[in-house]
């Protein structure tokens, strides 16, 4: 035998008394699920045995096996102990519902006698559901996490064989009461409801990733004792590192899968926007004003505004001083306006098209140009604004767009022009729907939006003569951007400019309550824009918004722009545009290219019959949430650190007087709302993807072949998006 197999081998900690009690609650399992299979009323199935077998067996690795030997030497043998003992132990013992086996395993006299008790005095029961409820569970389980890996806490268990069994006794018992709420094994049933599950896993997730990380990315070695048994710093902190990732990856994992079931539970069993407008359509009947009709009201006093806020920009931008942290134009647009546009898209909708200035100016100037001529029908796509939003992720960087207030006002200006030229030559919104870039995010981001433009009742659209929606009437014009209400699905395309809601006689259009994402799932025929699964320019649309957010976020944070100014200073002075474009083209193009081609020949394997651009095109709009995750984690980030910024560059330009920015300093809570938005838009993404796969292939098998390669996607993306959050990122609109 090897030297290697006699390590093995005889590194096995084996505790006979830890054995045998294994064995014994082993035997007691089986024997109380062999009694409880003889019951009629009962049903016991092979499932719920494997799993508290698996359950014990790991438990049984965490603590007798090499793991156990090698713990005080590696710190990532430690971690993997953690991760069985808190994260896979507990879920498989519970999901076997181990508590009525093992009561009918005992002797029915030690049961009635001995248990019977206790199991019936009260004060125990109430302990019980006490110690089991959410809030105490997640708290017992978040707290054991955070304590045991201080570094005296963790110290003091590497040099006590009882204080490390006090640790892993720990581990594994606030893992039972963590997961309880998850598994709901019974007795009893918590009063908390199934989504309250969700944000329950997130927020523990985040307490784990938050913790990987420090062993990750701190640079510094965290417990001594691991540095007195290695040779160099480097093997300690290569080690602290791998500890760091096992916790994090596959504790990710474990996290979000039980998640993911969760959300789809909720989206699948939620209230059908039918419901919903039944019970609008009796409220506006019974004389109260729909939210559409009281938005619609005020939507040209709140375009105005922003008009007198873009004029006041603009002003500024040009004439006012060129540093970034006290001009209007430095701050406003790619702080504020970004800021509180993603906010708008994930809590009501495109309120900020609705609110438009550019759309302002447009209809006024109509009132003296024509708007006669038909846009070209090989413009009508997606692709011009699909490489305007290409160069608006190069130019952003490449040029410091963002730091030169100058710039920033012709941008706003020129956005004035193009609209007045574009609507007032040519008939209805082509520049909303063939030209616009921010249009187009805005587009996007409102396919996971909870309100729709819709119709409250199909029969009064049925019954309807005259189709005002569309087509007009004397006293407002229909929907300038073709989006026939009876045939409308989703936000896509939809400026929310309310002109339907306005131009309908019936009063049947609203916004209307949906479940975000939900029209992902499915691919009609959507009015004005096809098939989903038939636009390749809207799918390279998508792919530029998702792989942009990650792009453009990577391109803040200190090892890229370190490795791009090292760069910089060896190809020389005017090389930055074109590391930039290089950096761009790359992550926002070659990678998506490559990413989706992949998945769809993967999952081309399991989908016969269908052409590889068909399959892409089809689970290509699933990864939106995950992109917007990542737009508004980003995004939250800047309007956290830079929401005070504009008061003192609106002093100085109403008053002529300059004051001192401060550098704020980042919120503690900011990066766990971060990775909290992330995980949000990849639990959706999963959502979104199952719900396609299924539809597509109809088995469960055929579904999880189909769709695995587009998972794998989503969860790069998300491992991407997590390394950029856990970066120092540059600031905006501060001294730099």
């Known amino acids: 035998m090897n030297s290697a197999a006699t390590a093995a081998l005889t590194s096995w900690n ?10 014994l609650l082993c035997a007691i399992y089986v024997r109380g699920w062999r009694r409880e299979r003889l019951l009629i009323h009962l049903q016991s199935d092979s499932l719920r045995l494997t799993g508290f077998l698996s359950g014990v067996f790991v438990l049984f690795v965490a603590v007798e096996s090499p793991l156990d030997s090698f713990d005080g030497t590696y710190l990532a043998a430690h971690m993997a102990q953690h991760l069985l003992l808190m994260m896979v132990a507990p879920p498989l013992i519970l999901l076997s519902h181990p508590v009525l086996p093992l009561l009918k395993g005992l002797p029915k006299s030690f049961v009635k006698e001995g248990l019977g008790p206790f199991l019936t005095w009260r004060p125990l029961r109430s302990f019980l559901e006490w110690l089991t409820a959410p809030l105490v569970a997640w708290l017992l389980f978040v707290a054991s996490t955070i304590v045991w890996h201080l570094p005296y806490c963790y110290e003091l268990a590497l040099g006590s064989r009882v204080w490390h069994g006090a640790q892993h006794a720990s581990f594994f018992w606030t893992g039972i009461v963590f997961w309880w709420f998850i598994v709901e094994p019974g007795p009893g049933k918590s009063r908390w409801p199934r989504w309250a599950g969700i944000p329950y896993l997130l927020t523990a997730d985040i307490v784990n990733t938050a913790l990987s990380a420090i062993f990750v990315f701190s640079g510094r070695v965290l417990y001594p004792s691991y540095a007195a048994v290695h040779l160099t710093r480097a093997q300690t902190l290569s080690d602290q590192t791998l500890g760091g990732l096992i916790m994090w990856v596959p504790g990710e994992i474990i996290y979000l899968i039980p998640a993911f079931f969760l959300t789809m539970r909720v989206l699948t069993g939620s209230k059908r926007q ?27 006093p709140i375009q105005l505004a922003m008009l007198l806020v873009s004029l006041l920009v603009i002003a500024d931008g040009f004439w006012g001083p060129q540093i970034t942290p006290i001009n209007l134009a430095g701050i406003l647009p790619w702080i504020h306006w970004r800021g509180l546009s993603v906010l708008s898209l994930l809590f009501l909708g495109n309120l900020f098209c609705m609110a438009c200035p550019f759309t302002f100016v447009r209809d006024l100037g109509r009132k003296v140009m024509p708007a006669r001529l038909r846009w070209p029908r090989q413009l009508r796509n997606k692709w ?27 941008i706003i200006a020129g956005y004035f022009g193009a609209a007045l030229v574009v609507d007032g030559l040519f008939r209805g919104a082509s520049f909303c729907k063939y030209v616009c870039p921010i249009g187009q995010f805005n587009f996007i981001s409102s396919l996971i939006s909870p309100r729709e433009v819709a119709i409250k009742s199909p029969q009064v659209c049925r019954s309807c003569q005259t189709y005002d929606c569309i087509r007009g009437n004397e006293q407002t014009h229909g929907c300038e951007l073709y989006l026939f209400q009876p045939k409308k699905s989703g936000n896509l395309d939809c400026t929310f400019c309310l002109d339907c809601v306005k131009a309908c006689p019936h009063g049947n259009i609203d916004l209307v309550s949906i479940t975000p994402a939900q029209t992902l799932t499915a691919d009609p025929y959507r009015s004005s824009i096809g098939r989903l699964s038939s636009r390749t320019d809207l799918a390279v649309l998508v792919l530029l918004f998702v792989f942009g957010a990650f792009v453009n976020a990577a391109g803040m944070v200190a090892p890229v722009v ?3 100014h090292a760069w910089h200073a060896s190809l020389g002075m005017d090389a930055m545009p074109w590391i930039v474009g290089a950096f761009v083209l790359v992550g926002a193009v070659l990678v998506p290219a490559m990413a989706v081609s992949a998945a769809g020949f993967l999952s081309k ?6 052409k590889v651009g068909t399959i892409v095109r089809r689970f290509v709009f699933a990864l939106v949430p995950i992109g917007f995750g990542m737009w508004a984690a980003h995004i939250l980030y800047h309007l956290a650190t830079g929401w005070n910024a504009p008061w003192p560059a609106l002093a100085r330009a109403l008053a002529g007087t300059a004051a001192a920015v401060a550098l704020p300093a980042v919120p503690s809570w900011l990066t766990p709302l971060q990775i909290l938005t992330l995980n949000a838009g990849l639990l959706l993404t999963l ?23 587009w998972m794998a996607v989503s969860v ?3 491992a991407a998006g997590v390394w950029v959050l856990f970066q120092p990122m540059q600031m905006r609109g501060m001294m730099h």
Do not use: C, H
């Not at 004389?287 to 939507?299: I, P, Q």
């Not at 011009?384 to 012709?410: K, Q, R």
């Not at 539809?695 to 469960?700: D, I, L």
């Open 274 to 300: 039918g419901e919903y407008i039944v019970r609008q359509a009796r409220a506006t009947r019974a004389g109260r004003r729909s939210l559409a009709a009281n938005l619609a009201r005020w939507r040209r």
């Open 14 to 23: 084996l505790d006979g008394p830890v054995s045998a009690v294994l064995l």
């Open 716 to 718: 790069g993306l998300y």
């Open 687 to 709: 959502w979104v993807l199952w719900k396609v796969a299924t539809e597509s292939a109809g088995q469960v098998r055929a579904a999880v072949a189909l769709v695995w390669p």
């Open 562 to 564: 370190m490795r791009e």
């Open 605 to 610: 394997i399991s989908w016969r019959g269908r």
């Open 384 to 410: 011009t604004p699909a490489l305007l939003f290409l160069l608006y992720l190069w130019s952003y960087e490449a040029f410091g767009v963002w730091d030169s207030p100058w710039i920033t006002a012709w």
